[in-house]
Structure formats: C-alpha cells, structure tokens
C-alpha cells in the first residue's frame, strides 16, 4: 500500500472515531470544518471555512460553533481515547499549561487586564487578554523526543471562584473518564 493510500485510510478511520462524540446531524458540516482546520492551521474559523468547498451556508457553519452542538467534552474524551489507541502506553504523561492571549477589546467573555509573566520586549506587564489552561497528553515517539498533543482547552471565567487552579482540577478529574486501566504522571 502507498504512503497516501496509507494515509488516507489512518485518517479515514481516525475521523470517523472522533465523530461518534458528534451528534448525526451535525456531523458532515463537522468534518468539513475539521478538514478545513488541517488544510489552514492558522485558528481562524473563517479561514477554515474558506480552505473548502463549502456545501452548506456560512449559518450552518457558525450555528454548529456557536450553538454548541458538538460536546466539547465528548469530543475531547474521545481524542484522549483516540491518541491512547494511536500511541499505546502504560504510563501517561499529562500536562496543564496556562496561557494569555492578548485582546484589543475591553469587553467579551474572560477578557480583563492581567499581568503577564512572560517579560516580552515592547509590551507592557498588564494586559488585556482572556486566560486559558489547557490539557495535553505528552506521548514518546522515539526515544529522545515526545509529541504533545492539546486535549482540552478552558476559558477562565473572570467571576467567582473559577479562576486557573479551579479549572486546572476540572481538567484533570475529566481526564479519569477517558483514562481508565492507565498510570498517569
């Protein structure tokens, strides 16, 4: 078999894993936004969107986003099962990372001004920015290198006790659901 017969096959089979966490309604605009999210890696959904040949309006694209109707906790136990099956181990690495990404605007969802650990040249200790942790599965490759691969992200709300710590715990006891039968560092 070819390397792209090959390929193809692996991520045939791989997408079709993570679409049993997806509704059977949303699943075909799913995948094309996926697949528009490989073609473009830039993050920006509009660009995503553009990267295919679009089969349904932009609505139905942005009411699949905005709407909430794919589980993004169902999505993310199955691409934790996903890179189990994929790198096979029994002892499991995970990381959580905190992150700032900087925003113009003054108002939207966990956007306030924060200080910012990172003391990068031309840019000032507070800023505007909305605060994420994130989740990730470290996996050896070969021996001497590692692949990290993000798991789940989290928006910290900027309203009651919610804050890193909180959603840090949150992240790992979601971890349990998808890890059973593994040691985990």
Request: one cysteine or more.
């Amino acid at each position: 078999m070819s390397l792209t017969s090959s390929v193809c096959l692996l991520l045939s089979e791989w997408i079709s894993f993570l679409l049993a966490a997806v509704p059977p309604r949303s699943r075909r605009t799913f995948v094309e936004l996926l697949i528009g999210c490989m073609l473009n890696p830039e993050g920006w959904v509009t660009r995503a969107i553009g990267a295919i040949r679009r089969e349904a309006h932009w609505t139905t694209y942005y009411k699949l986003i905005e709407r909430a109707n794919v589980s993004v906790a169902d999505l993310s136990i199955q691409l934790l099962q996903l890179t189990q099956r994929v790198f096979p181990n029994e002892l499991v690495n995970l990381i959580i990372d905190d992150t700032l990404v900087p925003r113009c605007a003054k108002k939207g969802p966990g956007i306030s001004v924060k200080h910012d650990h990172s003391h990068k040249a031309n840019r000032p200790t507070f800023l505007n920015s909305q605060g994420w942790v994130t989740l990730a599965l470290v996996v050896r490759v070969r021996l001497g290198s590692a692949l990290t691969i993000p798991i789940r992200s989290w928006l910290v709300e900027e309203s009651g006790q919610r804050g890193k710590l909180w959603v840090a715990r949150q992240l790992i006891e979601f971890r349990s659901e998808g890890m059973s039968g593994k040691r985990v560092c």
